[in-house]
């Protein structure tokens, strides 16, 4: 029977190793306690979104909305509940969003405009707590309008407005979140807007463009976003 020699490395090795796990785990722990104790979240981000309720809508003038459009928006957000190996953060969202058209009105195309302020939660989990899924209730302001003329000489004439009740479900990344070192960084999120304006029409007495009932405006509007998160 052949007798197997341990070097004499070994048992160092061994004993550093076991010596060494419990640190790395408090280490990482270490990690998790400081992203998560007392912390706020808060992001800026830009990013295009597609809204195919809005391209459908007919209205009395030749033309088209167009289904892609770009937006802006601002979120802050505050630890509320902490899990085993999660945390409830729970703020708010506000944001910007715009889409052009080739409907014509008198010297400029439309643009359909929509700002919005969402109280809403993300629930933070994953490795250091750097994936999130995000969902919100809020105020969305919605209008159509032309902007003539250049900045800062331009004005505007309002089509319509409405405003309405509405809400998001998305997820988002932290790109190296939960590292002490790497407080601040990228993020990028998917969120689908639902929200019902109700039907656009024209209102007032301007020459009729819209038409009395160019079609019902609902979501969803798919939105992407990539910006500068910190926490």
């Not at 998790?32 to 992001?43: A, P």
């Amino acid at each position: 029977m052949k007798t197997i020699k341990t070097r004499g490395w070994l048992w160092p090795a061994v004993f550093a190793a076991a010596m060494l796990a419990p640190d790395t785990a408090s280490r990482a722990q270490e990690d998790i306690d400081w992203v998560t104790t007392s912390r706020g979240r808060y992001e800026i981000a830009i990013g295009g979104h597609s809204w195919p309720g809005l391209a459908e809508l007919d209205t009395a003038r030749d033309g088209k909305f167009d289904e892609s459009g770009f937006n802006i928006s601002f979120a802050a957000h505050w630890p509320v509940r902490r899990f085993a190996a999660s945390e409830l953060l729970a703020g708010v969202d506000v944001g910007l969003f715009a889409n052009d058209s080739d409907i014509r009105f008198i010297s400029e195309s439309l643009t359909a405009r929509n700002g919005y302020l969402v109280p809403s939660v993300k629930w933070m989990f994953g490795d250091r707590h750097r994936y999130s899924l995000d969902a919100g209730v809020g105020y969305y302001l919605q209008d159509i309008a032309e902007v003539a003329g250049e900045y800062p000489m331009n004005w505007e004439t309002q089509l319509w407005e409405d405003g309405a009740l509405g809400g998001y479900v998305g997820a988002t990344v932290d790109f190296g979140g939960g590292v002490p070192s790497k407080s601040r960084g990228l993020m990028m999120s998917l969120k689908v807007h639902l929200v019902d304006f109700g039907t656009v029409r024209d209102e007032g007495p301007l020459p009729p463009t819209l038409g009395q009932d160019a079609g019902r405006l609902t979501g969803p509007i798919y939105m992407y976003q990539v910006g500068y998160r910190w926490r």
